[in-house]
């Protein structure tokens, strides 16, 4: 009986924001194996300081690596990150153009420390109509970490949930018409096998920024199952304790899968 009112005292003290978690109390709880983030917000940091939104996208980069740097010290497999979506190419072409520099400036930046880290970068998206330079530091530094066996970074670029769905959808059908693939053996397990996320899990976590609540086409097959934490902090303003706090909020929900 104590131990249940202690329980209730703790979580009452975590949901009331007394509390602040620190990295060693979330290591005592369940660490999810893959955390997504929708890293929204940028545009917005910018404007509140009279800044031109590249400034905030160039911030953004900045938390992009102390967020993974803390992910893998938690020992999370996979951090799949919203970097840009098949709609943004829509934006003013200058900040498209910024846009696309970042993946270098960010590899030139950090991919020295992300191989001292162990870390795997990864790509999901069609990476096939990105710029050529984007695409070439890209594929570099893919292969430059396929040895790493720390943390997969993946990044979401170009990237579209719903034409993921009818890509892997395409390619089953084009199986059953050749002949190799009978309709009967179509289950979510194959399905998912022909996602672009193919053997990475699902994600445990799902994280949105910025006060937004909605999922804007992101991982819609993968999140079927996820916890979602919303805040209204800002992606350039989501430092270490935000993070800590994310994966707090999950520690403290009952997952159950829909059974009891
Ligand atoms: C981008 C910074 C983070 C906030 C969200 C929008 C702006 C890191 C990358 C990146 C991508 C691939 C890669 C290495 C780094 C990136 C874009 C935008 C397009 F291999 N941040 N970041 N890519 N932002």
Known sequence: M??????????QNAASNLE????EDILKGEIPAHIAIIMDGNGRWAKKRSLPRIA???????????????ANQLGVKVLTLYAFSTENWKRPKMEVDFLMKLPEEFLNTYLPELI????????????SALPSHTYKAIEKAVKDTEQNDGLILNFALNYGGRTEIVNASKALAEQVKSGTLNIEDIDEA???????????????LLIRTSGEIRLSNFMLWQVAYSEFVFTDVLWPDFKEDHFLKAVGEFQQRGRRFGGI
């Not at 602040?20 to 990295?23: A, D, E, N, S």
Request: no cysteine.
């Open 2 to 11: 104590l131990n249940i009112l202690k329980n209730w005292k703790n979580q």
């Open 20 to 23: 602040r978690y620190t990295k």
């Open 56 to 70: 905030g996208h160039h911030e953004g980069m900045k938390v992009v690596k102390r967020v993974t740097k803390l």
């Open 116 to 127: 001292e880290e162990n870390v795997r970068v990864k790509i999901i998206g069609d990476e």
């Open 190 to 204: 194959l399905f998912s096998k022909h996602l672009m996320t193919e053997s990475i899990q699902d994600p445990e």
